[in-house]
C-alpha cells in the first residue's frame, strides 16, 4: 500500500509552555478531504499550523509520503506543495492582485504564467474588480476572498484551510462553498479543513477527526464518527448533522452551524 500523503505520529506541539497538542496521530490520504472538529481552542488550528510547518512539533513525528521532513532542500520543497488559508485572512499592505501573486512570486513562477492564474485566480473568486484595491480597506469577506486567491492560485497539493467561511453572509457563504466543492472534487487537491459547520463536514469531506483538549478522540468517516460521536460536543454536531440531514430533504439546505 502506498504511504498517506500527511501522517502525524505521536505528535505533540507547544504554544506559550503548554501542551496545546498531545499525541495526535492522524493519517491523510491523497485526494482526502479531512475536516477537524471539536470545541474551541480544542487545537484544530494549532495542528493545522504543525501541518502547515509554521510551529516547530516538540514532539513525535510529521511524515509525508512515509519520511520524514529532513533538511532545507525538503522544507522548501513540501511548502511549495502547500498552501493555507488562516483564520483570520493574513493579508500583505498591497493590492490584491499582488497579495494573490504573493505565492507564486515565493515560487518564482514566471513573470507571464504568474499574470495568467493571479487573473484566472481573481475571476474565480470573482473578485476582478478588486485587484487594485489596497487589501487593507477589504471588508472580511473580500478579504477572505482574497485569501482564498492566493492559496488557490499556487495550485496546491495539498491546502490546509482554518474555518474558511466563518462569519460570511448566506450568500457568499453559499457561493464559496459551491466553489470550494468544485475546485476540490475537480482538481484532486487534498485538504484538511477546521469547521464547525456540519454541512461542509457532510458535503465536503469524506473523513472527520475530533479534537478535545488537544487530543484527537475519534477518526474515521462522517457517517462513522457522527453515528458513534466521541464526546459531547461531537454529539451536539451529529444532532445538528442529522437535523441538517432532514432539512435539506426538504429544502437546499442551510448552513447548520
Ligand atoms: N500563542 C499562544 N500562546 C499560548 N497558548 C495558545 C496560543 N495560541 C493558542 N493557544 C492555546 O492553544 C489551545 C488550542 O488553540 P487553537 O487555536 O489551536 O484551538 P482551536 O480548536 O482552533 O479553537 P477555535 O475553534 O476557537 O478556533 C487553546 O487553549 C489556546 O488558548
Ligand atoms: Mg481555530
Redesign the pocket.
Known sequence: MTAPLLEARNLSLQ????D??KKVSLTIQENDVQA?I????????????AFARLLPISRGELLVKGETIHGEQAELAYRRRISIVF?EPLLLDASVAANVAAGLSLRKTPRQEQQERVDEALEMFNIAGLSRRSAHTLSSGEARRVSLARAFAIRPELIFL??PFTALDLPLRETLFSLLARLLSSNGITAVI?T?DCREVLQLCNKVAV?K??HLIGSGTPADVLADPPDDFSAAFARHAHLQVGRSATTEGHPCS
Do not use: F
Request: charged residues 20%; hydrophobic residues 35%.
Open positions: 504554544r506559550g509552555g503548554v496545546v497538542l477537524l471539536g470545541s474551541n481552542g480544542s487545537g484544530k488550528t494549532s495542528l493545522l499550523l483564520q482554518d474555518e477546521a464547525h479534537m483538549k488537544g
